[in-house]
């Protein structure tokens, strides 16, 4: 099965700074790749996702990049804010074939003001 | 769009009783529903995958006769948790797949907002 890597597990920044989580996957045949925020007690929240036709995409502060290639996608937040602090999450899956997700480990964002 | 809805958010129960969480997709249809298990600190483990009118499909070391999991409907599904013991205490949450009706045909994945369990 498709095995996925995240790193890193924390991550502190400055408020203003910018913060990149990296993920590698394994399984050539994954097309979907989305990004979720989960809050402490909260389920997971989709924030941005790239499919394996576009090598980047980009909403507001956040973007994500996808290097078909060498099998590995980064999420970019830019101008942090103290309300990114949360885990995020990163997950691949084959898209319209099988539909279930596979997850990273997270990275705990922690934005200092 | 794409509101995933659980029921109870949290609940706590003695051991040996049974409880019941309701997922539901509130503006969406879900012909596949999921349910994960996450504790503290760790990645969502996905327990089973719920198809609209068929049987569950779990992973390997999930006890199926132990977390019951019907979907009856496009928007609801539902996880018992049978015989409840205090090793099944946990934070539960159900996603939601999103088939749009046009477009590449990729499915995305709505999360419901979780359900803490704590058993006695």
């Given at each position: 099965?498709?095995?996925?890597?995240?790193?890193?597990?924390?991550?502190?920044?400055?408020?203003?700074?910018?913060?990149?989580?990296?993920c590698?996957?394994?399984?050539?045949?994954?097309?979907?790749?989305?990004?979720?925020?989960?809050?402490?007690?909260?389920?997971?929240?989709?924030?941005?996702d790239?499919?394996?036709?576009?090598?980047?995409?980009?909403?507001?502060?956040?973007?994500?990049?996808?290097n078909?290639?060498?099998?590995h996608?980064?999420?970019?937040?830019?101008?942090?804010q103290?309300?990114?602090?949360?885990?995020?999450?990163?997950?691949?899956?084959?898209?319209?074939?099988?539909?279930?997700?596979?997850?990273?480990?997270?990275?705990?964002?922690?934005?200092?003001? | 769009?794409?509101?995933?809805?659980?029921?109870?958010?949290?609940?706590?129960?003695?051991?040996?009783?049974?409880?019941?969480i309701?997922?539901?997709?509130?503006?969406?249809?879900?012909?596949?529903?999921?349910?994960?298990?996450?504790?503290?600190?760790?990645?969502?483990?996905l327990?089973?995958?719920?198809?609209?009118?068929?049987?569950?499909?779990?992973?390997?070391?999930?006890?199926?006769d132990?977390?019951?999991?019907?979907?009856?409907?496009?928007?609801?599904?539902?996880?018992?948790?049978?015989?409840?013991?205090?090793?099944?205490?946990?934070?539960?949450?159900?996603?939601?797949?999103?088939?749009?009706?046009?477009?590449?045909?990729?499915?995305?994945?709505?999360?419901?907002?979780?359900?803490?369990?704590?058993?006695?």
């Amino acid at each position: 099965g498709e095995n996925v890597e995240q790193h890193p597990s924390t991550l502190s920044v400055q408020e203003g700074d910018s913060a990149v989580i990296k993920c590698t996957y394994s399984d050539s045949a994954s097309n979907y790749f989305p990004w979720y925020k989960q809050e402490l007690g909260k389920g997971p929240q989709l924030i941005i996702d790239i499919r394996s036709n576009v090598g980047e995409k980009k909403d507001q502060r956040i973007a994500v990049t996808l290097n078909k290639t060498a099998k590995h996608f980064s999420l970019h937040i830019t101008e942090t804010q103290p309300e990114d602090s949360a885990v995020y999450f990163c997950a691949a899956s084959r898209g319209s074939t099988l539909g279930r997700l596979y997850f990273g480990r997270g990275t705990q964002l922690t934005v200092w003001p | 769009g794409a509101v995933v809805s659980q029921h109870p958010s949290r609940v706590i129960c003695k051991s040996g009783t049974s409880v019941k969480i309701e997922c539901r997709s509130l503006d969406f249809q879900a012909t596949t529903m999921f349910w994960y298990r996450q504790f503290p600190k760790q990645s969502l483990m996905l327990m089973a995958t719920s198809n609209e009118g068929s049987k569950a499909t779990y992973e390997q070391g999930v006890e199926k006769d132990k977390f019951l999991i019907n979907h009856a409907s496009l928007t609801l599904s539902t996880l018992t948790v049978t015989s409840a013991h205090p090793e099944d205490s946990s934070f539960y949450i159900c996603s939601a797949r999103h088939t749009p009706t046009t477009g590449q045909g990729y499915n995305e994945q709505f999360f419901g907002p979780g359900t803490r369990l704590t058993v006695l």
